[in-house]
T-cell receptor
Framework: KQEVTQIPAALSVPEGENLVLNCSFT??????LQWFRQDPGKGLTSLLL?????REQTSGRLNASLDKSSGRSTLYIAASQPGDSATYLC?????????????FGGGTRLMVKP | ETGVTQTPRHLVMGMTNKKSLKCEQH?????MYWYKQSAKKPLELMFV???????ENNSVPSRFSPECPNSSHLFLHLHTLQPEDSALYLC??????????????FGSGTRLTVV
């Protein structure tokens, strides 16, 4: 059974810092990995999607990398801003054709202080 | 708006009430999902529909009853709920076919409180 773990569970940094959020998964047979952002009490916003054949994806100040063989992904946020404060979730889609169901990590709650 | 719309945004219901949550998407996706998010717990998959057919029921109690009349609409019918069912219920959609670059798209959720 796939398990997804995110470290740290919570992170507080001053504005302007570059930071890295970590995601690990136990089964490397994945189809893709997706990073989401969730603001308190709200739904999930997709940030980046990495296919299993890709090593990284970039969008603005965000860069996500994938090392499938070691079961790891990182989300790099450059020059963090208070508006980046949210919970960040990673999720993987299984390679098997049985479904396209995501398995989520527990999330990293990020607070960027002005 | 993400393209997936959920209504209502907030719902308070008594344990003997019957209510329904609605989800609608016009992204051309053919797979739709219900997830439950409780405090301090990872997101839990409840139901999956592919091309209007239920393909997954993740051991959800029968007091939750999904309905998918077409590929664009998904409902979650609720009856005789318990206080521990209070949570954020999230709907999502995705293209079912592999080989696309689209991932999941989530709605904003319905915050349900059972009193």
């Amino acid at each position: 059974k796939q398990e997804v773990t995110q470290i740290p569970a919570a992170l507080s940094v001053p504005e302007g810092e570059n930071l890295v959020l970590n995601c690990s998964f136990t089964d490397s047979a994945i189809y893709n990995l997706q990073w989401f952002r969730q603001d308190p009490g709200k739904g999930l916003t997709s940030l980046l999607l990495i296919q299993s054949s890709q090593r990284e994806q970039t969008s603005g100040r965000l860069n996500a990398s994938l090392d499938k063989s070691s079961g790891r992904s990182t989300l790099y946020i450059a020059a963090s801003q208070p508006g980046d404060s949210a919970t960040y979730l990673c999720a993987v889609t299984p390679l098997e054709n049985a479904g396209n169901m995501l398995t989520f990590g527990g999330g990293t709650r990020l607070m960027v202080k002005p | 708006e993400t393209g997936v719309t959920q209504t209502p945004r907030h719902l308070v219901m008594g344990m003997t009430n019957k209510k329904s949550l609605k989800c609608e998407q016009h992204l051309g996706h053919n797979a739709m999902y219900w997830y439950k998010q409780s405090a301090k717990k990872p997101l839990e998959l409840m139901f999956v529909y592919n091309f209007k057919e239920q393909t997954e029921n993740n051991s959800v109690p029968s007091r939750f009853s999904p309905e998918c009349p077409n590929s664009s609409h998904l409902f979650l019918h609720l009856h005789t709920l318990q206080p521990e069912d209070s949570a954020l219920y999230l709907c999502a959609s995705s293209p079912p076919a592999r080989g696309t670059t689209d991932g999941y798209t989530f709605g904003s959720g319905t915050r349900l409180t059972v009193v």
